[in-house]
């Protein structure tokens, strides 16, 4: 598995982050969109996912909620663009309504059978960003992604393939 870069340089309200999957561009893609797939991977292990909507179209709206034994956390948002080369949304944690960020994600082909994410989400202040991070964001974003990659792993074997 891959690690993700994380950056979130100080006195800016912005973090980076970049992975790389060893998965088409395509498929990456389409684990972003489809929302069958969306709940096997985006988020910690230790949550179940619920999709209360998921409309991944520009103007579309999605909500879901993390949920275990200490609570539920919401989180919504608002699609912008869905192309593969311009994934665009806000995003907002509903525990903290009001500190909204604009998420890109840009999913690279780079050939044989791989692909690498880069994101850049801007806050409103860096005291946000701040805060995002010291909520223990990068840890949550790891684990989602080593879900994906177990899940890109899975959607690439071949019908009836043992695993």
Do not use: C
């Amino acid at each position: 598995m891959s690690k993700t870069t994380i950056t979130a340089p100080a006195g800016v309200p912005f973090v980076d982050m970049e992975r790389e999957f060893v998965a088409p561009a395509a498929l990456v893609h389409r684990a972003y969109l489809e929302p069958e797939l969306v709940t096997q991977w985006l988020g910690p292990r230790k949550y179940e996912m619920v999709l209360d909507k998921w409309d991944a179209r520009a103007g579309g709206q999605y909500r879901y909620v993390h949920r275990n034994a200490d609570g539920e956390f919401g989180f919504h948002g608002v699609f912008h663009s869905m192309d593969i080369d311009n994934l665009v949304q806000t995003f907002e944690f509903e525990g903290v309504p009001g500190h909204v960020s604009l998420d890109q994600l840009v999913i690279e082909d780079l050939g044989g059978g791989r692909s690498r994410i880069k994101s850049h989400s801007v806050f409103q202040s860096v005291a946000d960003r701040d805060a995002m991070v010291e909520a223990g964001m990068g840890d949550g974003v790891e684990d989602g992604y080593d879900r994906l990659d177990e899940l890109l792993e899975k959607l690439q074997q071949p019908v009836g393939a043992a695993r």
